[in-house]
């Protein structure tokens, strides 16, 4: 499925500037601009600035190469995806649509080659002639730009020597068909150096969001709250957003996320936002009046995820925990070939609640890791009518019914949804101000599960 996009207007391709004259080079682009015959005006940035922090290099490279025409936004949309799929096929690569070490090296390799024989330039025209964003549709900061034009901040951290800090600065503007002589736009400024040379350059960066305007965070990497560029993103910014399906150590990285919660940071987390179908059929399997009673009776809650990170599958344990107000008080976890977590929890009766999160091997992995395979609600009390199947496909809801257990279950399928993309998401929570008290309180049930964790 693509993304809808206007046709993109490109008031100033990637300019490479000096750090000092950012702004300077910005209101050139404007001013301009401005003075143009053709009666069109554009709108520059008037709504909030996006700060994307940007540790993989794909999307870089292919523009570098010729392979993507877009901005430099750290934003993977279909454009970049487009792009990724033309370099796949261009060096004879399995085509997938996703970046992965083979084709990072495979673009480290001819960067350094084409600039070593002082072809750059000839295969940045070869790589554009195969590249066809029109096919796959445009990217998510081209949506963001038509509702909202903004200022993107993307740094790109890199590895090596710390050569300081290269900046660019570029614009584009979707046509609006309505108002073709009016274009709303984006400004893009991206940073490249090392994560030594980027801190240094911490109160530079502020300086670049535009005063006034809320300023959304972008981490996409894990929470690190030691790291000077990560504090003084923080602490300037209105909204942190990470996404834990990237975490490398989930449950650590969880735990630095619900502490800066409890220090009053405004944060969100998109792997989060993925959980809503199933949270919604959850909560509206027990909306008829005869099973409303029936949810206190749950007693067995069975959760299968994908296995490698179980975040998904302890956030929404922490939801249904919120809901019903159930404490945990032990916890067991078992690795192997399955990873399973086991937890207990006991309510206000006092009554205990056993829990299984089940982490499965799977051979065809989805986009994101962890995501929700299944999920089983049941009771010890063979009378309460609560016994709820909901999975994301066959085999899930196969694995479930075959769990046993002689209670008749409400089972429903989870489909797959084109708003649980991470471009979607994003998107959406750009259009969100405040934090999201729910997932708020989900958390701190997760937080207190974690601590138990430690001290077992």
Not at 39 to 48: L, P
Not at 296 to 316: C, W
Not at 333 to 361: H, M
Not at 429 to 451: F, H, M, P
């Amino acid at each position: 499925m693509t993304t809808q996009t206007p046709p993109l207007v490109s008031l100033q391709d990637p300019k490479d500037v000096s750090i000092d004259v950012i702004e300077a080079e910005l209101a050139n682009i404007w001013q301009s601009y401005g003075n143009n015959e053709d009666g069109i005006s554009a709108t520059r940035a008037a709504t909030f600035t996006f700060v994307v922090y940007e540790p993989e290099p794909t999307q870089h490279l292919l523009a570098t190469l010729g392979f993507y025409t877009g901005p430099v936004d750290g934003i993977a949309g279909p454009r970049t995806i487009a792009a990724i799929k033309s370099a796949q096929k261009a060096y004879d690569i399995k085509v997938t649509g996703k970046s992965n070490r083979i084709l990072l090296d495979k673009l480290k390799e001819e960067l350094g080659k084409a600039k070593a024989e002082g072809k750059l330039t000839d295969v940045q025209q070869r790589a554009s002639q195969q590249y066809t964003p029109d096919l796959e549709g445009t990217g998510i900061a081209d949506t963001i730009a038509s509702a909202n034009p903004c200022r993107i901040i993307t740094l790109c951290p890199t590895v090596g020597e710390d050569n300081g800090v290269k900046a660019q600065v570029s614009a584009y503007c979707p046509v609006n068909k309505r108002s073709q002589d009016t274009l709303i736009c984006c400004e893009y400024i991206t940073l490249h150096g090392s994560a030594e040379a980027l801190e240094r350059i911490g109160g530079i960066i502020s300086d670049l969001t535009i005063n006034g305007l809320s300023t959304f965070i972008w981490w996409k990497a894990e929470p690190d709250p030691e790291y000077g560029l990560f504090k003084r993103l923080v602490s300037h910014g209105d909204t942190l957003i990470v996404d834990s399906s990237i975490f490398s150590n989930p449950e650590e990285d969880l735990s630095r996320t619900i502490q800066m919660l409890a220090d009053d940071v405004s944060l969100a987390d998109l792997n989060w936002s993925r959980l809503g179908a199933w949270q919604e059929l959850t909560a509206a399997a027990f909306d008829p009046p005869e099973r409303r009673d029936a949810v206190q009776e749950i007693d067995r809650v069975t959760i299968d995820y994908e296995k490698g990170n179980p975040s998904q599958a302890l956030m929404f344990l922490g939801w249904i925990a919120g809901r019903l107000q159930w404490r945990p008080v032990d916890y067991e976890c078992v690795s192997g070939e399955y990873d399973i977590r086991r937890i207990q929890f006991v309510n206000g009766e006092n009554k205990s609640i056993n829990a299984e999160l089940t982490g499965v091997p799977l051979t065809d992995w989805g986009e994101v890791l962890g995501d929700l395979i299944s999920l089983k609600l049941s009771s010890t009390n063979l009378e309460a009518d609560c016994c709820t199947v909901l999975c994301s496909g066959t085999t899930g809801c196969m694995r479930m019914e075959a769990s046993g257990g002689a209670q008749a279950c409400r089972i429903e399928q989870v489909t797959s949804l084109a708003d649980q993309k991470t471009d979607q998401l994003l998107s959406k929570q750009l259009q969100r101000w405040g934090q999201d008290i729910l997932y708020k309180e989900s958390v701190e049930i997760v937080d207190q599960i974690l601590k138990l964790a430690n001290q077992s």
